[in-house]
């Protein structure tokens, strides 16, 4: 073996040996782990739709978006989604991390500050990353900490030569939790920043017809200050793709500059054709959104009043905080075993290992039960001393 595969097969034993060795395994029991959250990626009614489509060709875009890639479809998706989310225009992508990464790349440069919550997600992180811009990290939801940094950058730079952007989720894929967009929207007042919002697991669950947190928690007139709102067809949608909704101005921009955007094939046709039927029916769920709120509480309450420890959450996102990645893995392992598929979540992707518990409106309280009474199980199962070397 030359160096470079002594190199990879050495990290790979450390990574092993910290618990924390991943691998890709399809698995089939009752879904406690996507993000399909209102049931759209195998909703009887999208199947009709797609089989009812007789012009499929071509089955690939066949090339970026500025080439020969673009169809009627995607704009005709484009429109109909920005006049959902009340924006000026947006602009569809391959999928969410391409989004944020491209997005961020696009609007931050070496000279400017981006500020951004410790737990937004890797995609966001990258996207500072390869701009070269400076990143300030703030505790999670923690606006103060975060204004605290604006006043200190505001110290260096009185005459706010470098721009500021502020990028947040509006609910935390992996803690379920959401900032105050109210004491947000104030700062963005005070002190002038850019702002942009990743709506990936609200959209479809909050706010009026599902679109998202902002409607929920804001007046209209508010939710048009924010400078970019990033969506993803991946979860809600049960689709794949990403969307940035914006000012026009923001869009010929991006569509100008934005890396992944220019040098990569364009999403395949159909996707934009299936998210304009997905979009009518994502509107019409309110009584799955209930449902899976229904579920939710059901959920949180059972579990706290079993003893156990769960993070912060408001929503149909529900993480179940272990003490060890080997605990985690024994916990997902046998829920697994059970029919139940719950994922380990371990670092880096989080701080601490956990469980994340995703629910999604086509469960049953039935279920809930089961998964409750499996977890109380398992955690009478679970020896410390004997569980080495559990790899998922
Ligand atoms: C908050 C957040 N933003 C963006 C993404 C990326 O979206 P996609 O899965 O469409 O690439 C994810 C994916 O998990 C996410 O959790």
Redesign the pocket.
């Known amino acids: 073996m030359n160096r470079h595969w002594e190199e990879i097969q050495k990290k790979l034993e450390s990574i092993k040996g910290k618990q924390l060795f991943r691998e890709t395994k399809t698995y089939q029991g009752i879904d406690f782990c996507s993000?399909d959250y209102l049931g759209l990626a195998t909703n009887p009614r999208m199947l009709e739709y797609y089989r009812s489509l007789t012009d499929l060709y071509p089955f690939g875009s066949t090339a970026s978006r500025l080439v020969r890639g673009n169809y009627d479809s995607m704009d005709l998706f484009e429109r109909k989604f920005a006049s959902f989310v009340e924006g000026e225009a947006a602009l569809l992508v391959s999928?969410?991390?391409?989004?944020?990464f491209g997005l961020i790349d696009s609007i931050a440069a070496p000279d400017c500050y981006v500020f951004t919550d410790r737990l937004n997600?890797a995609?966001?992180l990258d996207g500072i990353r390869i701009s070269g811009a400076k990143k300030k990290y703030y505790n999670h939801l923690d606006l103060e900490h975060l204004q605290t940094l604006l006043d200190k950058t505001n110290a260096e730079d009185p005459n706010q030569k470098q721009k500021r952007i502020v990028v947040t989720?509006s609910l935390?894929?992996m803690d379920g939790d959401s900032p105050d967009f109210k004491k947000l929207l104030t700062l963005k007042k005070q002190y002038g920043f850019v702002l942009v919002v990743?709506e990936?697991?609200a959209l479809g669950v909050y706010g009026e017809e599902g679109k998202g947190v902002l409607f929920r928690d804001l007046p209209k007139e508010d939710i048009l200050l924010v400078d970019y709102r990033?969506y993803?067809?991946?979860?809600s949608f049960g689709l794949?793709?990403?969307i940035i909704v914006t000012k026009q101005l923001g869009r010929d921009h991006l569509v100008n500059v934005m890396r992944p955007f220019i040098f990569s094939t364009a999403p395949l046709p159909i996707i934009s054709q299936l998210a304009t039927f997905a979009l009518d029916l994502l509107c019409s769920m309110d009584s799955e959104r209930k449902n899976l709120q229904e579920l939710a509480s059901e959920l949180k309450e059972s579990l706290r009043s079993f003893g156990f420890s769960i993070t912060n959450t408001a929503s149909h996102i529900i993480p179940l905080l272990l003490s060890s990645e080997a605990e985690a893995m024994f916990y997902a392992k046998s829920l697994q075993e059970m029919g139940l598929d719950v994922r380990a979540i371990r670092p880096p992707t989080v701080p601490s290992p956990r469980l994340r518990i995703s629910l999604n409106a086509k469960l049953s309280k039935k279920e809930i039960q089961r998964l409750v009474s499996a977890l109380v199980q398992i955690r009478k199962d679970w020896d410390p001393v004997s569980a080495n070397n559990i790899h998922l």
Do not use: P, R
């Open positions: 993000n999928n969410g991390f391409v989004a944020n997600h995609s966001i989720e935390f894929s990743d990936a697991h990033v993803t067809l991946g979860k794949e793709g990403g």
